[in-house]
């Protein structure tokens, strides 16, 4: 059978924020700011992103606005955190269509701070 996308996309940033409350810091500062560590980590320009894949933030199109990313390719996926593993093979499979060449996965949860409770 084989694996058809091996050596077609790979991961090449990764980027997160500290674990905690942060009042005044929502999610979408969150993720921005591990864009930019993700980024940083790639060694990639913010405008090399034409790809944007997000999972538990309500607006790709908020996202993009508030990083000033342009992206051609979007999707987001729903809340549930266990989708989040899904981003990894829409993103391979947005490479290899030739629908993008760098995609940017973010994953974002504010939960501590805005006092979500689970369970």
């Not at 996202?63 to 000033?68: L, P, S, Y």
């Not at 990313?69 to 729903?78: D, G, S, V």
């Not at 290899?96 to 995609?103: D, E």
Request: glycine fraction near 12%; aromatic fraction near 8%.
């Amino acid at each position: 059978m084989g694996w058809p996308l091996k050596d077609v996309a790979c991961v090449a940033g990764v980027g997160n924020t500290e674990y905690g409350v942060f009042p005044g810091n929502d999610d979408y500062g969150l993720a921005a700011g591990a864009r930019k560590q993700a980024v940083d980590d790639a060694g990639i320009r913010f405008e090399d992103i034409d790809g944007l894949i997000i999972n538990r933030l309500a607006s790709y199109e908020k996202f993009a606005e508030a990083t000033r990313l342009n992206p051609a390719y979007c999707l987001r996926l729903q809340e549930e955190g266990r989708l989040s593993a899904m981003c990894l093979g829409l993103a391979m499979q947005a490479v290899a269509s030739g629908l993008a060449n760098t995609v940017a996965l973010v994953y974002a949860n504010n939960a501590k701070t805005a006092g979500v409770r689970y369970g």
